[in-house]
Structure formats: C-alpha cells, structure tokens
C-alpha cells in the first residue's frame, strides 16, 4: 500500500512569518509576477508551499542585494521558460555579482573614511579629557 506524504502548505500570513516579509510584499509580488502560481484554497486563500517559499527566499535575496524588480520579473519569466534558458539566466545574475562586487568595493571605500573620521574623534575625545 503507497503512502501519500502531504507537502506542508503555509497561509499567507505563516509564509510571510516564515519568510521575514510582509503579507504585502506577498501579494505585490504575486500581482506583478514574480510569484506566478500560488495556490489558492476554495475559499480563494492563498496557500503557500515548500517550493513556493524557496522562491520567496530567493527573492528576497535578489531584492535586498538590490536587483531591480525589473530585472527579478525577467529572472522569474526565464526561469519559468525552461531549461533552455540557462544561458540568460547565469547572464542575469553574473552582471547582478558584477553590480554588488562594486557596491561592496564602494562601501568598504565608506567604510575606511568612516572608521577614520570615528579614530579622530576619539582622539580628539582624549585629548580634551587631557587638558581638562
């Protein structure tokens, strides 16, 4: 006798918790396409699964790391495309580590300056207690 292992399915409201997003940010991203084939319950829930969540995850990653939605659309339309896309796909995010190669060169420029400007003011912190 086969046993059927059900996939565990998330609400909107556990999926956004799960995630670390907003329900908003769920339903924005459905609306636009970037998550195109959410479930839906009979009662017209959204019900999340597994491999739905992965693509939130991966998402989310693209958009903190500061991919244009713009870009994370057709990341999503060509993966969906199949696997003869596999070429554009590694192109997409090949220049995305291009651009956050030099964010991260920009802000360790920042940085530098930033730790240098607080050294200065603590000296100039200890050489007034001095005097004082």
């Not at 086969?2 to 956004?16: G, L, M």
């Not at 319950?41 to 992965?54: F, H, T």
């Not at 995850?57 to 596999?86: F, N, P």
Request: glycine share 6%.
């Amino acid at each position: 006798m086969d046993t059927v292992v059900a996939e565990k399915t998330y609400t909107i409201r556990e999926a956004a918790e799960e995630m670390g997003v907003s329900m908003d940010t769920l339903r924005y991203y459905e609306r636009i396409g970037l998550l195109p084939s959410i479930q839906r319950a009979e009662n017209g829930r959204r019900i999340y699964s597994e491999e739905d969540l992965g693509w939130v995850y991966w998402l989310k990653l693209l958009r903190e790391s500061g991919m244009s939605i713009q870009t994370m659309k057709r990341y999503v339309e060509v993966t969906r495309a199949g696997d003869h896309t596999i070429e554009e796909r590694c192109a997409i995010l090949e220049n995305h580590r291009s651009h956050l190669r030099g964010r991260i060169e920009k802000l360790q420029v920042f940085l530098e300056k930033l730790e240098k400007k607080v050294e200065f003011y603590r000296g100039y912190e200890m050489r007034s207690k001095e005097e004082a």
